[in-house]
């Protein structure tokens, strides 16, 4: 599913940038452009990356 449809960037591909060490929206933007067009899916990636963040510190 695309989380992103300015730069065209899924789930899954923000899902690997946090694995990836990506902490913030703003460090997913400058990975993949992801929340850098019209800002609609800004609210999404922090969701992703409140849930990653969950399962690491869990793990």
């Known amino acids: 599913m695309f989380v992103c449809i300015c730069k065209a960037v899924t789930e899954s591909e923000v899902q690997q940038h ?3 060490g990506a ?6 933007g400058e990975r993949c452009g992801a929340g850098w067009g019209c800002g609609s899916c800004v609210e999404r990636i922090n969701a992703i990356l409140r ?3 969950m399962e690491t510190t869990a793990a």
């Open 23 to 28: 902490r913030c929206a703003d460090d997913i």
């Open 51 to 53: 849930g990653e963040r």
């Open 18 to 20: 946090c694995t990836e």
